[in-house]
């Protein structure tokens, strides 16, 4: 099965930021900062109550960004996502109902692994890149890297404890797409709307080098 493919998203910056909206108004400005400073493919979690409609207010204001929803644990939010204009679908993990649903979406999917096992059920299902998570819990870079030889084709963007001091061990790979990360925009950031310093942290993420785009 040919599913939608994220990489033509993921091509566009190394890094997705992760983020978690306190409020609509917040969400939007957050956006322009993260687009401002190069990252435009944003993951807007569904963990807050004003995350479905930050991702609407984002599609609809922010027109540079290409914004996904994160956190989709349940096949009925598939649909609330895509109504909200969620670009790309996130899942932390993957049980076989979720698996899927998410395969019929009409959007890119990167469906969550943290095992071999999972990885090649999700293959198996038609879907070319998957999320690794939590990355540094799960055994990281090394993961990646053993995976490369039983899984050639699959590419990963791995999320969860990657940061400055990890992140070119990952994008350092060829079956690393991007990264996901919420270091670009720290949660007292955006509480203290200091939108410069996400910015700045947002320019310094894009200039960073990856094997799997190079150029």
Not at 56 to 70: F, S, T, W
Not at 77 to 88: E, M, P, V
Not at 153 to 176: A, Q
Request: charged share 15%; glycine share 10%.
């Amino acid at each position: 099965m040919s599913l939608p493919d994220p990489s033509f998203l993921l091509a566009r910056a190394p890094v997705v930021p992760v983020v978690t909206v306190p409020s609509v108004a917040a969400g939007v400005k957050l956006a322009r900062a993260l687009v401002e400073g190069g990252l435009p493919l944003i993951e807007v979690t569904l963990r807050t109550p004003a995350a479905l409609e930050a991702i609407a207010a984002i599609a609809a204001e922010v027109p540079d960004a290409i914004v996904g929803a994160g956190t989709v644990t349940r096949p009925d939010l598939i649909q609330k996502c895509i109504d909200a204009g969620a670009r790309f679908l996130v899942s932390p993990g993957c049980p076989p109902a979720l698996a899927e649903a998410l395969a019929e979406a009409p959007v890119p999917v990167m469906p969550g692994c943290a095992t071999a096992t999972e990885a090649m059920a999700l293959h198996a299902l038609g879907f070319p890149v998957l999320k690794l998570f939590p990355a540094e819990a799960v055994g990281g870079a090394n993961l990646i890297k053993s995976l490369s030889g039983p899984l050639p084709d699959l590419r990963f963007c791995p999320t969860g404890g990657i940061g400055p001091d990890n992140v070119g061990k990952y994008l350092s790979m060829s079956n690393v797409l991007a990264v996901g990360g919420s270091w670009v925009c720290p949660n007292e950031a955006i509480n203290l709307g200091d939108w410069e310093q996400i910015v700045a942290l947002s320019k310094a993420a894009a200039k960073l080098h990856r094997a799997a785009f190079p150029g």
